[in-house]
């Protein structure tokens, strides 16, 4: 999943985005309103998280104006003061959850898991797809609720699969929403860990959850 | 108190009344003072007309002709009458007019000098009369008293009298009448200035206007401008302040957040990192309430009224949104007409530390209730959660302890609450077991 933070804390800012690249999100990092505003706008963001007292525009400014743009993904807006005031404005310019700092990184991490997850349409932790179900909660995937073991790497491969399930993903749209920015992309990789996925979901061949379609992309079926 | 407006309106109208009561009664005077005046002229010229007419005979006593020059004297009744004593007291004469009345005159013994009196004759007619004794050579060397008097009766005059008042108090009324109308429309005019300032603080209590408008007479212009430079310093005040904690709330626990993350991070011994992250813990906590506890604001003067539906409904969307995956079925009830009275972030905290608490620790069930009664206002909270065990419940609300030192679960924001309430607002703060299961929170304050 692909994230930005918006955080003038340069410290802070390595720290957050340390943690979170090591529960697997790729994180793009602004240190300034307006250049997070821009790549709010620009890049294929699934959730950001950002401050709201920012040197230049304020974080609700930023919310707000991505709002106007349309731009839909989820927002977690860290405070560090905690009046309803604050949090009640953050909320209404179109923030869907807050954080007072200081605050636990599992914190953080288990409240963005719920926010992309509720941004899909779901509103359970575990997902249910036929006999295959995902917990987003315990990172993990299941058959018959039995675990498969996957790799972090296949793991968020199909969680952004299973988020958008029955939808067709472009093997770009995967790669711009699993890599950084000036991450080296080679689209050889995606095709090798969806084969692996498929031996490993469906060793016999029998109920093929991910459909490949030619020159199109990937689709994880929601039913067999 | 009485208003200024009827202050001067009564004491104009007293003045007024007054005045014209006193001019009523001048000219009252002046008219019965001339009235008899004029009297007393026309009875000495019948008197002396009398004396024209008078003539004597052989035996030199005093005789009146037949046919007298003013004809009423001849006729019965006609109101003016005349008698013709002898210094014997014998009546030598009287008019034709006196059939059937008698006039009591008193007799007058100065000679030469007319006495004007008032009388009443037998048959009740009040009379004005006038008297002259006067000497009468009637031979050479023959010399005889005589006193003539007149009498008219007081009718005639009286009613004149009675005209005149008629339309002196009807003059005098339109008077008073016009000059009432057109006081009151001076006394409105006049008064326009303090009844715009008034409205005009009414608009800025009601949050319909900032400040008051440039336009006022110079008498008040003075109090017209220090009021909007004292709300003016007070609003930036109040915002400058909570900009400047805000910062200071920022600059504090950005830096905070940096160490806490470094004490998980690095490889510090257990115990060293336990530590510190105690430490970071109470400071943070520190923080968090000394900020929360300056930044209330408490009453403040010519601040609207704030709709607590309003800030309830806002702070439910915000908890609906966080708390989305607990579906809680949330209940306000909630007078719109009912207004708090005091600063808007106050409330919200207070509020919104109530109902997160409540959102935290309830299975599904939320409700908000408020109600005003006898100049108490109650906010109460309530859910369906555990509730809150005795001795944390003692803990929260006792006097003295520190909020940066209360017990966790119900946190911060049960101590920012408490302060919010005791100290801000001087109100009451309890804790009850709702009908739901839950908790149930209630706060009292004057309305």
Redesign the interface.
Known sequence: MRLLLIEDEVPLADQISSSLRESGFAVDIANTGEDGLYLGKEYPIDVAVVDIGLPDISGIEVIKKWREEECGFPVLILTARGRWEEKVEGLESGADDYLVKPFHMEELIARLRTLIRRSAGFSDSKIPMGRFSLDTAAQKMLFDDEEIDVTAFEYKVLEYLILHADKVVSKSELSEHLYEDDFDRDSNVLEVIIGRLRKKLDPDKSLNPIETLRGRGYRFRSVE | MMSINARLLLSASLVLVAFLSFTGYALDRAFTDSGIVAIKERLQTEIFSLLAAADSDDIHTLTMPGTLPDLRLSTPASGLYAEIISDQGKVIWRSGSMLGIKIPFSPIDVKGEPRFTEVVADNGTQLYTLGLSVVWEVAPFIVRGYTFYVAETKEHFENQRKRFRKSLAMWLGAAVIALLMVQAIILRWGLTPLRKVASEVADIEAGRKTELSANYPQEIELLATNLNVLIRSSNSHLKRYRNA???L??????????????V??DGLPEGTKKTVYDQ?KRL?KTV?YQ??KA?ASGRKALAAPISIEKVAQ??L??FR??Y??KQIDFKLNIDPDIKFIGD??DL??L???LMDNACKWCRNKVKVSVFATDGMLTILVEDDGPGIAQEEQEAILKRGVRGDSQVEGHG?GMAVVRNLVEEVYKGKLTIEKSVLGGAEIAVILAW
Request: charged share 25%; hydrophobic share 40%.
């Open positions: 904690l805000g910062d709330a920022h600059s504090l626990k950005t830096p905070l957040a940096v160490l806490r993350n470094l998980n991070s970071i943070d968090e900020l929360q930044v806002k702070l969307n915000t949104k966080v989305v995956d808007e972030g919200m905290e509020l919104g530390n911060i």
